[in-house]
C-alpha cells in the first residue's frame, strides 16, 4: 500500500508525518525514519510525496486496487 | 492556575476556528482581518489537511464578462435548477456572490492565482452547466498558500487535535474540547464565537473496492461538526441525500469534472455513448445524472462502463493529463500502473462510495446557516462542506471567509468568555477516554463495517419505507455497542469517535429519508415506494433539531425567484 519509503533517502525530517491528512505516517524519532504505519488508512492524497524535500517517497498502489 | 487546567491544556481566543481545511483556512483570515484574535484547531497540520490539501483543479465562478450565461443572475438560475428543493438562494446570493469577487481577488494576492501563465482563464462546462463556469488552475500548492496566509494574519495554529465535543453555557456555545492525538492531552479551547468546518461525512457508506479509506473525499473527514453541532441543539438540514460520483474502477478520485470538461465521453460496452439517454447535457449532465446513467447500464448488463478520452487533440489531453494531476496529484500515478494511457486506452470507470455530501455543487448538507452563515446556535457559524449552503471550492472559500467575518463581528458584540460548565468537561473526558481503558470489546474498524453495511443496504440507492425503518433499527441496536468500543492507543482513540460521528450522521440522514416521501436528484434519494419528485409537497429542505432528548422534524419551503441585486 502506498507510500513507499525509501530509509536511504529519508533524513527524519518529519515533514511527511506532520503533512498526512490522515495520522498515517509516523515518524520514528530513534531510527529518524519515517513509518507508514496505518497503510491500509492510506487515501492517496500524495501530500507525502510532494513535500518530501529528499524524494525518498515513491506512491505504489496495491493490486487490489489495480486489478479489480 | 485556573481550575479548568486541572483537566488539562486551556487556551482562550477571540474567534475559534473547528477544522483548518479549505473553509476554517479562510474563515480563519477573514476573522483576523477583522480584528479578532483567532485560534484555528485541526486534527492534521493545515498546510495539507482535508479533501483538498493535496491540491484541486477547479474553481465554478461567472465572471461577467458579457456573455449571458456568465453573470449573477445565470449563475443564481442554474443553481435553482440544479439543486432546486436544497439550496436556498438568498443565503447563496449573500454568501457566495456576494463574496465572489473578493475570493478570486484573495487567490491572487496570497500567489495563487485562478489565471493561466499568460495572464488568461481557462474555462470549461460540465455537470449541469449553462456555459464554461470552471476555471482550471493550478491548485497543487494552494492549500498550504492559504495556510502560510492564516499564519502570516497572526491565527494560532494547534495541530494533531481532535475535537470531540461543543461546550456550551446558558444555551450558547462556550468553547470546545478535544484531545492531541500524540499526546493524549487533554485541549480545552474558550472562545466567543466560533466557525464550525470539519467538511462533509465519509466512511459511511460501503466502499466498492472494500478499502474504506479509499473515499472521494477526506476520510478524516466524519461528520465531527454536524455531530457536535447537532448535539448542541444546532438545526441541520439536507442530510437525507446520498452522495455518489463516478471514478476510475479500483479509486476513488476526483477527476470527473476534468475529463467531461475536456470532452471526455462516457461509452457502454457496447461503444455505445449512452449518457444523452439520460440527459440532453450528455456526458456534461448534472453528476446525479452520470452517477445514474452509469449505475443504469452496469445493471442493464451494458457494462463496464468506460472514459474515452482517445479522440482529444495532443494538446488537450496535455492540458487534461496536468490538470488531473492538479486535483489528485495521484491519479496518474494510479492511471500509468493500471497501464492505461489514455489516448489510446479506455479508463474503466465505476460508481464510487457513497457519502453524506449534499446532492449538488451548488450547496451541501449539515449544519444549517442563514446569510451571515450563522447556525441557529447563538455564536456558531459554519462553512464548507458541514454547511447546507457551502462547498466545493469556490463557494467553500466564499463561505469560509464570509463565515469568518460574521463570526469576528459577534466576538465583537460579546464582552467576555463565556463560563465553562465543568460537570461538561468531566463527561466529554470520561465518554472519550473510556475505550482506550477498556481491555476486549469492538473495534472502530468492526463497528464501521457494521454501520457501512447497514446504511448501504437500507439507504442506498433503493430506499423504502421500510428499508429505513430498517435501518433506524438496526442503528438503535448499533447505538448500544457505542459502549463496548475499544481502542488500543490514541490513534484508535480517534478514530473511535469518528466511527461515533458517523453513526450520528446515519441517523440524521435515515430520519429525514423517511421524511421526505419523494425521489429527488435521482439515486441521490431514491424513494422506490414515491419514485416521483413531488414540488407541491417536498420543495424544500428536511429540518432537524434536538429537542427534550428528541429530533425534532420541520419543513423549510424554499422559492426559487432571482433575488433583486
Ligand atoms: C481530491 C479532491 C479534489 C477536489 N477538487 C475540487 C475542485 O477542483 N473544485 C471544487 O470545487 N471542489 C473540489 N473538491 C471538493 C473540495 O475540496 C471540498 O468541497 C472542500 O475541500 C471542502 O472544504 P471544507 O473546509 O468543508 O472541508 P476540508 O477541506 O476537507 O476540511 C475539513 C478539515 O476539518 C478537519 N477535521 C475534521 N474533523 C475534525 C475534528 N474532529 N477535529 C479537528 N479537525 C477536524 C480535517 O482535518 C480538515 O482539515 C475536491 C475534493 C477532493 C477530495
Ligand atoms: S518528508 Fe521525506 S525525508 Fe522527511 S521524514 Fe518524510 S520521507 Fe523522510
Ligand atoms: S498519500 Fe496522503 S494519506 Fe497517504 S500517507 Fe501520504 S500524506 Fe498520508
Known sequence: MPPRIDAAKCNGCGTCDRHCPIDVIELDKGKRLAVVKYPDECWHCGSCRLDCKEGAVEIVFPPRMLLV | MSSLEQYG?????????????????????????????????????????????????????????????????????????????????????????????????????????????????????????????????NGKHLKPRLAKEARRTGCRVLEKVAVTDLLTSDGAVSGVIGFNIRT???????????????????????????????????????????????RAGAAVANMEYLRLTVVPKGFSAAGLNALTGMGGKLLNALGEEFMPRYHPAGNKAPRFKLVEGVLFENQSGRGPVFMDCRHLSREDLEHLNRTLGYDKDTLPDFIRQKGVDLSKDLLELMVSEGMQSGPSEVCASGIKIDEECASTLPAVYAAGDCADQTRCCSPTIAGGYAAGKGAAKYAQSVAELRPVDEEQIVNAKERVFAPLKREEGLSHREFEDILRKILWE????????????????????????????????????????????????????????????????????????????????????????????????????????????
Open chain 2, 184 to 230: 493524549g492531552e487533554v485541549i480545552v479551547i474558550r472562545a466567543k464565537a466560533l466557525v464550525l468546518s470539519t467538511g462533509n461525512t465519509n466512511r459511511l457508506f460501503e466502499n466498492p473496492t472494500g478499502l474504506p479509506f479509499n473515499t472521494w473525499q477526506c476520510p478524516a473527514d466524519t461528520g465531527a461538526a454536524q455531530s457536535m453541532a447537532f
Open chain 2, 458 to 565: 437500507n439507504l442506498g440507492v433503493v430506499r423504502t419505507d421500510g428499508s429505513i425503518r430498517n435501518a433506524l433499527s438496526k442503528l438503535d441496536k448499533l447505538e448500544a455497542y457505542k459502549d463496548r468500543l475499544v481502542a488500543r492507543n490514541l490513534h484508535e482513540l480517534m478514530r473511535v469517535n469518528e466511527a461515533q460521528e458517523m453513526l450520528q450522521v446515519g441517523r440524521l440522514s435515515a430520519v429525514a429519508s423517511l421524511h421526505r416521501k419523494e425521489t429527488r436528484f435521482g439515486v441521490f434519494h431514491r424513494r422506490v415506494d414515491y419514485p416521483e419528485t413531488d414540488d407541491a409537497n417536498f420543495c424544500g429542505q428536511i429540518v432537524l433539531q434536538k429537542r427534550q432528548g428528541e429530533v425534532k422534524v420541520t419543513f423549510n419551503p424554499l422559492t426559487y425567484e432571482i433575488p433583486e441585486a
Open chain 2, 9 to 137: 491544556k486551556v487556551f482562550e481566543t477571540d474567534v475559534l476556528v473547528v477544522g483548518g481545511g479549505l473553509a476554517g483556512v479562510n474563515a480563519a483570515i477573514a476573522a483576523a482581518e477583522n480584528g479578532a484574535k483567532v485560534t484555528i484547531v485541526d486534527k492534521a497540520a493545515i498546510e495539507r489537511s482535508g479533501s483538498m490539501g493535496g491540491g484541486i483543479d477547479h474553481f465554478a465562478a461567472y465572471l461577467e464578462t458579457g456573455e449571458q450565461w456568465d453573470t449573477r443572475q445565470a449563475y443564481l438560475a442554474y443553481a435553482g435548477k440544479i439543486a432546486r428543493g436544497a439550496v436556498n438562494l438568498r443565503v447563496i446570493d449573500k454568501i457566495y456572490c456576494g463574496e465572489l469577487p473578493a475570493a478570486i481577488e484573495r487567490l491572487a494576492r496570497i500567489g495563487n492565482p485562478l489565471t493561466q501563465p499568460d495572464g488568461t482563464y481557462y474555462r470549461t462546462q460540465s455537470l449541469g452547466q449553462p456555459g464554461p463556469y470552471m476555471i482550471n488552475f
